[in-house]
């Protein structure tokens, strides 16, 4: 029961152009949501987040969208650049039914960017 | 900078040993948690850890446990590898509270078990 999903294993963009990577989610009570970035042999790191209460944040050249009704989010990237290429990890938290979050996410599959100069 | 630490980047164990993957951080995170990485799977929470002493079930629990003797610390433990543990094992740790969830994750272990 994947509750996090990244539809596209992969994705290639010239450098200077905008990369879009899409995140289904299935799961109601989740009401946070984050992109992470994963170089090969690093840890996964925080990249920008979005709480429900919006539907856009932005940090410099990222902009993640959210739209609750089609439980839909996407990560853009304006412009790619080679350094971009990574692995991106789409995650969300929630409460539970006692409505405690314990901070713990739940990631997609990840989605393998490639920026080419 | 907060540095969450993994005691090896590699290991290799045979079927059936016991295998204890340990992890370290340093800001006084509150909870702390294992997720394994596999191809098309992403990142799956294996178990996670609150407080001292306290665990949680993740998604993937069977064939693991844990133990959190000392806020800083948080061991994952594989009573009796089998081939299908071979993976990527990722620590993180959080602070408590809904206004940061951000996850500070280590380098990561990769696990072979023949």
């Known amino acids: 029961d994947q509750q996090v999903k990244q539809n596209s294993p992969s994705l290639s963009v010239q450098e200077g152009r905008i990369s879009i990577l899409n995140c289904d989610y299935t799961?109601?009570?989740?009401?946070?949501f984050l992109w992470y970035k994963k170089y090969p042999a690093e840890g996964p790191t925080f990249l920008i987040s979005i709480s429900s209460i919006k539907d856009k944040n932005e940090d410099g050249r990222f902009t993640v969208f959210l739209n609750k009704s089609a439980k839909h989010l996407s990560l853009h990237i304006v412009p790619s650049q080679p350094g971009d290429s990574a692995v991106y990890f789409c995650a969300a938290s929630g409460v539970n039914a006692g409505g405690t979050s314990y901070g713990k996410l739940t990631f997609g599959q990840g989605t393998i960017l490639t920026v080419h100069p | 900078d907060v540095k969450v630490t993994q005691s090896s980047r590699y290991l290799v164990k045979r079927t059936g040993e016991k295998v204890f993957l340990e992890c370290v951080q340093d800001m006084d995170h509150e909870n702390m948690f294992w997720y394994r990485q596999d191809p098309g799977l992403g990142l799956r929470l294996i178990y996670f850890?609150?407080?001292?002493?306290?665990?949680e079930k993740g998604d993937i629990p069977e064939g693991y446990s844990v133990s959190r003797e000392k806020k800083e610390r948080f061991s994952l433990i594989l009573e009796s590898a089998s081939t299908n543990q071979t993976s990527m094992y990722l620590c993180?740790?959080?602070?408590?509270?809904?206004?940061?969830?951000?996850?500070?994750f280590g380098s990561g272990t990769q696990l072979s078990v023949l």
């Open positions: 850890s609150y407080d001292v002493k306290m665990k």
């Open positions: 993180a740790s959080s602070f408590v509270g809904r206004t940061n969830e951000k996850l500070f």
């Open positions: 799961n109601s009570m989740f009401d946070y």
